[in-house]
């Protein structure tokens, strides 16, 4: 019989892979990654007056602030149902979030040149059938529109914390030409 530590992990690890991974989970929920990579990886606590040692688990306040946050209903993590990467719910981003997001995007293809604007349709295409691979699909729509790539703190190259962080600056240079950059990154 499942346990409701072992429950909620499993829960939250389909979430996590249908939300474009842990990072973009925390960060639609307002909790700690490192809290909830912990979870996943079964980390051992401390040990107990005891000396006996058990795996950090997803407490009732992270449960229920993740539940809160994706519209799950209060609960959705204890219920007993078998939940894949597929039935997991997707967060979603604040309307203005969406909003901005979509401009930096059509004004990044508004200013690609035609052959980029081809390398980018099939892109498009597939991330209207594929929301779940929003995160890879955001990554290599922005190395086609921006020409740049970058790492995260793993040595993992992404795009700026995924396509709704994307933001438009100036260049510096001509101050005059828009130019798809990412939020925190300086402008060239």
Excluded at 46 to 71: F, M, N, V, W, Y
Aim: net charge neutral.
């Amino acid at each position: 019989m499942e346990t409701i530590a072992e429950r909620r992990r499993r829960k939250l690890i389909a979430l996590a892979q249908a939300n474009g991974g842990l990072s973009r989970l925390a960060r639609a929920c307002d909790v700690s990654a490192a809290s909830l990579d912990q979870v996943i990886k079964q980390t051992l606590m401390q040990p107990k007056q005891d000396g006996t040692r058990s795996a950090k688990a997803l407490g009732d306040a992270s449960a229920r602030k993740i539940e809160d946050a994706l519209h799950l209903g209060r609960g959705w993590f204890d219920a007993e149902d078998a939940i894949s990467q597929s039935d997991a719910p997707i967060a979603q981003p604040e309307p203005d979030a969406l909003l901005h997001a979509l401009n930096v995007l059509a004004t990044a293809i508004s200013n690609a040149d035609e052959l980029t604007r081809l390398s980018i349709e099939p892109l498009l295409s597939r991330l209207a059938q594929r929301p779940q691979e929003s995160g890879t699909i955001s990554r290599k729509l922005y190395q086609e529109l921006s020409g740049r790539t970058i790492s995260n703190e793993r040595g993992e190259t992404e795009a700026a914390g995924q396509l709704f962080d994307l933001d438009v600056r100036k260049t510096e240079q001509s101050g005059q030409r828009d130019r798809i950059s990412a939020k925190g990154s300086k402008s060239n």
